[in-house]
Structure formats: structure tokens, C-alpha cells
């Protein structure tokens, strides 16, 4: 297992981001306040989320306060899948801009690979329940988010969701002007992505885990699983810093979510340990290959990513 530094950013992002999905309008304001004191640093929200207004008046309140500038922060946003036509990317983010309070966002990734119909809902169902595609190419939207680098709305752009395949075609694409710096994909040791971890490390892409903690509403139990129990009270530690710890020590940038305080300090206090390389192999033995974010009523679309292994 390489050894990395025990703080610091990767590819230019910190290595601990707050997650911001399902934190309610009600609670995110105060999460992100909570969280800058505690001293993140990287946000990770998107359009989808329905919340980014309430996240930009949290950080606009600590750059107010004089706690953090602007340039201390690392704020990253995502392109949801109704706005994948060429011409409504902008907008998109635009929009997403707008409600950060910003004018510009250090990292905006395209959220799926895939397009579907734009319009109001969010996912656009027919009569039988399955989404309705757009009928764009990941290629084409990626070549409009190169232009919002190129406009200074964006400083760098990746991808989230996207397999090795779909990530190879997007590098190989003629004319590629801007790289994908990351892929934010799902990742906790039931599913430990070794496969396309090794892919985008080969390419150079960093990768971002998300649901790192198995996302409590789901019906997982990796917060109890014995092994994690049994590792985390030999360091002292909670479950949550060993999940964490764990993606650190393999190089991937975690943002777990949390709009509690408690919990939200207690999960970037991951640097002050390292889990042994016995420990390292005992948790990544744990995989069983537990997809958790499947997108169900998206199976049929032509992007869809996760038909083949990784
Ligand atoms: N790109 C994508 O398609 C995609 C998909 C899913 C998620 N994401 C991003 O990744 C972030 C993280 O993933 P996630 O939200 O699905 O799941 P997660 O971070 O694995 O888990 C979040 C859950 O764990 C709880 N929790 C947080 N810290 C805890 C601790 N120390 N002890 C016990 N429980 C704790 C939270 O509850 P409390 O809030 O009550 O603490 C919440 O219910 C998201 O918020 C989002 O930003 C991206």
C-alpha cells in the first residue's frame, strides 16, 4: 500500500470535502458554517441537491466574518443530466453559480454520462417508469463545460459516474482541450473500485469517493461492521474516521456528508493516525462488489455505466 503525506490536497483538491446531498435547505447553511470552522476547505454540492442557495449564504457568512477568502476554498458543483444539450450548460452553471454566490467554481463535473430530456423534473419518467434520454453524447457536453474554463466560470471540470470505458473515450477524444481532473464515484470498502481506481490512476485522473460511509439510509451497515468496530476501537477512533482514514491512505479524495457538528468535526479529524497495512488489507477485503447507487430507472439509457465491471 504507497504512503501518502497525512494532510493535503490531490490533484489540486482537498483531500476532505464536506458532502452536501440531503442536507436539507433548513440545515446546510449552518453544516457549512460548522464545517469551515472546523477547517474544510472543499464543498462538494450540485444542482440536484436543491440546497446550493442555503450553501452559499453559509460561506458567504465566514467570508464575511473574515474566517476564510474566497481563494481558500474549494468549491465544487455538478451538471445534472436535463442540461447536457450543448447550449443549456451554461445556464446550468450559471444557475448553480448563482445560488453558490459565486462567480466562479474551482471544479464542475458532469454528474452522470448520461442526458436525459430537459424540462423541469429532474428525471423525466415515460408511462412505464423509465427515464427519458436526451439524445446528446457525453462528448458534446464535455466540449461545452470546456468552454466554461475557457469563460473563467469554472477553473477545472471532471466527471462523476463515468466507467473506463466512457472515461478512455472522453481522453481520447479529438481535440480534447481540458482533461477530467477527477471521477467521483461511489466508494467504501463493500465496494472498493480497485479496478477503475487503477484505470484513472494509470490515466492520471484522481478519483473521489463518495458515499464513503455507506450512506446511513440506504440499508448498509458498514458503520457497525464488526471488523470496522474492532479496527476503530484499536485506534480509538469512530467507525466514520476509519471509512475515511481508509480512502486517504489510498490516495482518494472523501467527502463524506454530515449536517450534524458533532459528527461533521469528528470526520476531518483523520489526520492524526494511520491505519497499518494489516489493517489497510483487512478492510479491503471487505468488498463484495455492493453498488448501493444504481439508478435504477436509468438501466436502459445508452450511457448507462454500470453494465460492465467497473
Ligand atoms: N456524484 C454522485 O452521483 C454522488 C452520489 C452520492 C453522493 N455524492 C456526494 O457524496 C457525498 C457523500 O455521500 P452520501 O451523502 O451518499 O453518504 P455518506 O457520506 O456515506 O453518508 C452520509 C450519512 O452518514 C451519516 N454520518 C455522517 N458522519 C457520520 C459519523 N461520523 N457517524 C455516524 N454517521 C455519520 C450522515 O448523517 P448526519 O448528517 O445525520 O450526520 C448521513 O446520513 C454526498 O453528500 C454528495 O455530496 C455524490
Given amino acids: ?3 501518502v503525506p497525512a494532510v493535503g490536497t490531490i490533484a489540486k483538491i482537498p483531500a476532505v470535502g464536506l458532502g452536501t446531498w440531503k442536507a436539507s435547505p433548513g440545515e446546510a447553511a449552518e453544516a457549512v ?12 454540492c450540485a444542482y440536484l441537491y436543491h440546497n446550493e442557495n442555503e450553501i452559499g449564504a453559509g460561506i458567504r457568512h465566514k467570508i464575511k466574518e473574515g474566517v476564510v477568502r474566497r ?6 458543483s455538478k451538471l445534472w443530466c436535463t442540461y ?9 452553471c450559471k444557475k448553480s453559480l448563482k445560488a453558490l454566490k459565486l462567480d466562479y467554481l474551482d471544479l464542475y463535473l458532469m454528474h452522470w454520462p448520461m442526458g436525459f430530456q430537459p424540462g423541469e423534473e429532474d428525471v423525466p419518467l415515460d408511462l412505464s417508469g423509465v427515464v427519458i434520454p436526451s439524445d446528446t453524447s457525453f462528448l458534446e457536453t464535455w466540449e461545452a463545460m470546456e468552454d466554461l474554463v475557457i469563460k473563467g466560470l469554472v477553473k477545472d471540470i471532471g466527471v462523476s459516474n463515468f466507467n473506463h470505458e466512457q472515461l478512455e473515450r ?24 480497485k479496478n477503475l481506481i487503477r484505470f484513472c490512476k494509470a490515466k492520471d485522473v484522481s478519483v473521489t469517493a463518495y458515499r464513503s ?21 484499536h485506534y480509538n477512533k469512530s467507525c466514520a474516521q476509519i471509512l475515511i482514514r481508509f480512502q486517504i491512505q489510498r490516495n482518494l479524495i472523501v467527502i463524506p456528508k454530515s449536517t450534524n457538528p458533532k459528527r461533521i468535526q469528528e470526520n ?4 492524526d493516525f494511520e491505519l497499518t497495512e494489516n489493517h489497510m488489507d483487512e478492510i479491503m477485503s471487505l468488498n463484495r462488489n455492493l453498488r448501493l447507487a444504481t439508478f435504477p430507472t436509468t ?3 445508452k450511457d448507462y455505466p454500470f453494465h460492465i465491471d467497473f
Avoid at 481563494?71 to 465544487?76: G, R, S, T, W
Avoid at 472522453?170 to 473500485?193: A, G, R, S
Fill in 268 to 271: 476531518i479529524q483523520v489526520f
Fill in 213 to 233: 460511509l455507506g450512506g446511513s439510509r440506504e440499508g448498509t451497515d458498514l458503520l457497525n461492521n464488526p471488523t470496522i468496530r474492532r479496527i476503530a476501537n
Fill in 170 to 193: 472522453l481522453l481520447n477524444k479529438p481535440d480534447l482541450k481540458f482533461k477530467p481532473i477527477t471521477n467521483q464515484i461511489e466508494c467504501h470498502p463493500y465496494l472498493t473500485q
Fill in 33 to 44: 458554517k460548522v464545517a469551515i470552522d472546523a477547517g474544510y476547505r472543499h464543498f462538494d
Fill in 299 to 301: 438501466e436502459s439509457h
Fill in 71 to 76: 481563494e481558500d476554498l474549494f468549491v465544487v
Fill in 1 to 3: 500500500m504507497e504512503k
Fill in 84 to 92: 447536457h444539450e450543448p447550449s443549456l450548460v451554461k445556464m446550468a
